[in-house]
């Protein structure tokens, strides 16, 4: 759940400004989050959510990469946090909706 606004920096739990990809490819805390007392709270908001899946799925095709689990794990996990990603997006679009979600 997004925080309030007036409580939290406009970055807080933004991925692409918190947690970007450096330029080798991996993503890191920016030197200017380092000293922030927020950063633990707004880098596990940033995971989270949607977000937080396509970071989840850079870390399994890294593994996948590096030999660590096979194909068919890794086609398991990926379709795994999809699903869970369409499930999210239906859930917020039906209550933007004023519908009523199967799982509330």
């Not at 927020?38 to 949607?50: H, N, T, Y």
């Amino acid at each position: 759940m997004k925080s309030d606004s007036s409580e939290h920096p406009a970055c807080f739990g933004a991925l692409e400004q918190v947690f970007p990809k450096s330029a080798d490819g991996l993503r890191q805390t920016p030197e200017r989050c380092m000293h922030c007392s927020l950063k633990v709270g707004c880098l596990r908001e940033a995971v989270s959510g949607p977000d937080g899946n396509r970071v989840r799925e850079e870390v399994i095709d890294r593994a996948y990469g590096t030999g660590v689990i096979s194909f068919f794990e890794r086609w398991s996990k990926k379709k795994y946090f999809r699903n869970r990603l369409k499930k999210q997006t239906d859930k917020t679009i039906n209550k933007q909706k004023g519908g009523v979600h199967e799982d509330d």
